[in-house]
């Protein structure tokens, strides 16, 4: 009985914190907004073009994103196609490829079962 009540409440205080670590690097990493990007080129320079969250037109260098460190940037695309991006709202000229949260995921699924698990472990019958 008294070694439930332990885990139950060891698994609620690690899935608590393991969500507020989640929690304060979404916070740290600020708004990202998704988008479809055109790109072009100009003097011999890629460049993406796509609207903010307030419709006001962004453009910027290709080489300028921000990218995963562990892989080489990809190829520029032809000018004229287009695709998704993900931009922060403040300020938009910081963008990215891949999703900016991946890496708060398996905090968050994890902290929320461990936690619902310490919780259910609480009215578990003596």
Excluded: N
């Amino acid at each position: 009985m008294v070694a439930a009540e332990i885990v139950g409440a060891t698994l609620t205080a690690v899935g608590l914190g393991l969500l507020a670590v989640a929690l304060g690097i979404r916070l740290a990493h600020g708004s990202w907004t998704t988008t479809q990007a055109i790109a072009f080129r100009h003097e011999g320079h890629c460049y993406l073009r796509w609207h903010d969250h307030r419709y006001r037109i962004v453009e910027e260098l290709w080489a300028g994103g921000i990218r995963r460190r562990r892989t080489p940037p990809p190829p520029p695309p032809d000018p004229g196609r287009g695709g998704t991006i993900f931009s922060l709202a403040r300020p938009p000229a910081e963008w990215a490829l891949g999703g900016p949260y991946r890496k708060t995921r398996f905090p968050a699924v994890g902290g929320l079962g461990c936690a619902v698990i310490g919780t259910l472990v609480g009215f578990l019958p003596v």
